[in-house]
């Protein structure tokens, strides 16, 4: 053999999985920051010095449809686009789309650490039961009603689903505490609200901080919350 | 965890009032972040911990190594000035013209892998000599009674220029005395000692040994002795039990279990002392601390390994001449499978005289150079003086360089003592300290007057060897 074609390991994928609300009321300022503040993440991705794993970014996006924006690709096969805001909110659809995602294995590989995923959203899902609906906008849910909502459910049961880091974020006052706070699920782990706009570059923030504080720490499973505290701006729900 | 970026366009202050603006995130790391400052050659490191006695006892930390003589042969970055006010930090040197030697192990998926190891990062001969400059400061830092606790590729620099030799070490913050280290943070997982990531020993000089071990044979082999395909292709949680040594070396002799298919060949990257040295720790070294080879072992592994690589004709790469196979009189590049004419060796066998006084040597070969063509040989005392005690290793006694059209090798003694020389169908000879002279190929040169007394080593110039 010569070993000028060698074929070296290659480090293990840590896959981060956003899932960004792009319905009509993220217009403007909303997606605008979510734009800004994705490529300031990726930058920051990028000045990691790790090898140990290699991060792997994909963004499934809900608004006038279900679209994954980006497949799930390391830092330097990425292919962003500006994200636009249009049409409902479909986030069952899109909750469906990442565990699909999440439990195929030629995406998310056996040796690829535990993914992590953020969702981001403004109101509450359009795709739900007519009941669950109008429970959500008379402000009536609980978090249980969202645990038996089968989009999350399914995650939740699911063995990837259930393992993977969840993150989220609110925006504004129509967005849903209780689904999101089913969809972290997790004790210790905060649901991030954030008035407006202004938020969402902190929120981001934050994110990119557990997912490189997570790739160089002594064990990239391990789950590695930062505190908020430093991201004042925004508010915690829990 | 402070958040970096909200930081960078602050400015903060050291103990004596110098102010430091931070202007850009340069690196983060488990315990800190540091930034580039505006218009300065410091850098300022500012640690990630919060909890008030965390950060106590990395002032007094720093304070330690501030107020600490470092042996300036030691080439480490410590704190030049310790943070005041709010953050907890410090202040140190850029070191320029280096870059992590994450860059050395981590192949560029954009370029073909051997241009890569051998022109980009390069090859062979500049990483075994990088790693005996790595043993070296570790040989320093522990005969003074010190451990670095820390070893990793991100707290090694290298000179960024791949026709450079140089090193330097970073993050100094775990340098502890060896045996009272109360780390804050245990090391890097895929460098750490199994007995650390157990939770069963503090860092220390021995687990430093097995560090260090770890990043040579990264360094050499682009893979890790405990991660063969089994551990690579499964999820992480078997990679977590294979550094705490539940899976076999990846080489072991006779567990085939945890073999790898994308490390490189020990044969073609190690010398068979370094195969040796590697086998050692990564077996009974595992467990038993005390196997452990010394930075002092690896250093000369390497420098002696050094010695032995010649350059292919064809694509330049560094490699150990082994003769063909087929062609006994050839040697190919592992590379790109060249067949290079076999370069010409220096033999040291040790030498002493017969009953008439009249030189002898053994027929142990106790060391080795490959003579390249064009290219000055330099000996020092490591390879000849046999009693090291009181001499500098790298001290130059000679110099050799090899005329492949007359077939004759000049030597020049630069030693402040005089050689002897024996030459097929020529009268003894002696070459005079300062002096050269010219000698055929399979002349052998005595650094030094053997007597019935006192062994010197010898030195011969062969064509033919290794059969």
Redesign the interface.
């Known amino acids: 053999m ?8 290659q ?2 994928p840590m896959p981060v999985f956003l899932l960004v609300d792009t319905s009509g009321s993220m217009r403007g300022e909303k997606i605008q920051s979510v734009n800004m503040a994705l490529r300031d993440m990726v930058a ?1 991705f990028r ?6 794993g290699e991060i792997q970014l994909a963004i499934i996006t809900f608004g006038e449809e279900v679209t994954i924006a980006q497949e799930l690709a390391p830092l330097d096969q990425l292919a962003l686009t500006e994200l636009e805001a249009a049409g409902k909110t479909p986030m069952g659809s899109a909750l469906e789309f990442l565990l699909l995602m999440l439990e195929d294995k030629d995406i998310v590989l ?5 993914p992590t995923v953020v969702l981001i959203s403004d109101g509450i899902p359009t795709d739900v039961t007519r009941e669950l609906w109008d429970k959500a906008v008379a402000g009536e849910t609980t978090v249980a009603d969202f645990l038996d909502w089968p989009p999350l459910n399914a995650l939740h049961v699911s063995e990837r689903g259930s393992k993977c880091i969840r993150l989220a974020m609110g925006i504004g006052d129509d967005a849903n505490n209780e689904m999101l706070t089913a969809f972290v699920n997790r004790p210790g782990v905060p649901v991030i609200k954030a008035r407006d706009a202004r938020g969402i570059e ?1 929120f981001f ?2 994110v990119t ?1 557990s997912v ?2 997570r790739s ?6 391990m789950l590695a919350i ?2 908020f505290d ?2 004042a701006d925004a508010e915690i729900v829990i | ?3 970096p ?2 930081l960078v366009g602050h400015t903060v202050f050291d103990e004596k009032g110098h102010p430091y603006r931070l202007a850009k ?6 315990q800190g972040v540091v930034f580039e400052t505006d218009g300065s050659d410091f850098m300022v490191k500012i640690a990630t911990a ?1 909890d008030v006695v965390d950060r106590q006892e990395l002032n007094r930390r720093y304070r330690w190594l501030l107020n600490r003589e470092i042996d300036p042969d030691i080439r480490l970055v410590t704190p030049e000035a310790i943070l005041a006010g709010l953050q907890t930090g410090y202040v140190m040197r850029r070191v320029k013209g280096h870059e ?1 030697l ?1 860059r050395l ?3 560029d998926p954009k370029v ?4 890569w ?1 051998n022109q980009q990062t390069g090859g062979l001969r500049r990483r075994l000599l990088l790693g005996a400059l790595i043993a070296r400061v570790f040989d320093t830092l522990h005969l003074g009674g010190l451990a670095y606790c820390d070893l990793s ?2 707290n090694i620099l290298v000179a960024k220029d791949p026709n450079l030799l140089s090193i330097c070490l970073i993050d100094s913050d775990n340098l502890s005395i060896s045996g009272q280290a109360q780390s804050l943070v ?1 090391g890097t ?2 460098y750490m000692a199994p007995e650390v990531i157990a939770g069963r020993h503090q860092p220390d000089s021995l687990t430093d040994s097995y560090s260090l071990a770890v990043i040579l044979f990264r360094l050499l082999r ?2 890790h002795p405990l ?1 063969g395909d089994v551990v ?6 078997l ?2 039990r294979a550094l705490l040594g539940e899976f076999s070396y990846i080489d072991h002799p006779d567990d085939a279990t945890n073999r ?1 298919s ?3 060949p020990g044969e ?1 990257v190690c010398s068979k002392d370094l195969s040796a040295l590697f086998l050692r720790i990564f077996t009974i070294g595992i467990n038993s601390r005390m196997a452990r080879p010394t930075p002092a072992e690896w250093a000369e592994a390497c420098l002696a390994a050094a010695d032995n690589t010649t350059r292919c004709a064809h ?1 330049s790469a560094s490699f150990f001449p082994r003769p063909d196979q087929d062609q006994k009189n050839m040697v190919k590049c ?4 060249t067949l290079n004419a076999k370069p010409p060796m220096l033999l040291i066998r040790d030498a002493t005289v017969d009953d008439d006084n009249k030189p002898i040597w053994a027929r142990k070969v106790v060391g080795s150079l490959v003579l390249n063509e064009g290219q000055n040989l330099v000996v020092t005392a490591r390879h000849v003086l046999s009693n090291k005690q009181g001499n500098d290793g790298d001290q130059i006694i000679a110099s050799f360089r090899l005329n492949l059209d007359t077939g004759k090798t000049v030597i020049e003694n630069k030693s402040d003592f005089n050689f002897w020389l024996a030459q097929p169908g020529k009268p003894w000879g002696t070459l005079k300290k300062r002096g050269n002279v010219e000698i055929d190929i399979n002349g052998i040169i005595f650094f030094g007057k053997p007597t019935k007394d006192m062994t010197v080593r010898s030195g011969q110039i062969v064509r033919n060897w290794g059969g």
């Open positions: 010569q070993l000028n074609n060698f074929s070296p390991a480090p293990r920051s000045a990691v010095n790790d090898i140990r056996s040796r690829a650490y535990t902190e923030q934050w901080l490189t504080s160089v720490s002594k064990n990239p499973d930062p505190d430093d991201f | 965890m402070l958040n970026e909200k995130v340069v690196g983060r790391g488990g919060k992590l994450t192990l981590a192949p073909n892998f051997g241009q190891f590729d991100t245990l997982p895929l682009l893979g991660i690579e292709n499964g999820p992480p949680e990679e977590d790898s994308t490390t490189l073609a694509c592992p590379w790109c499978g």
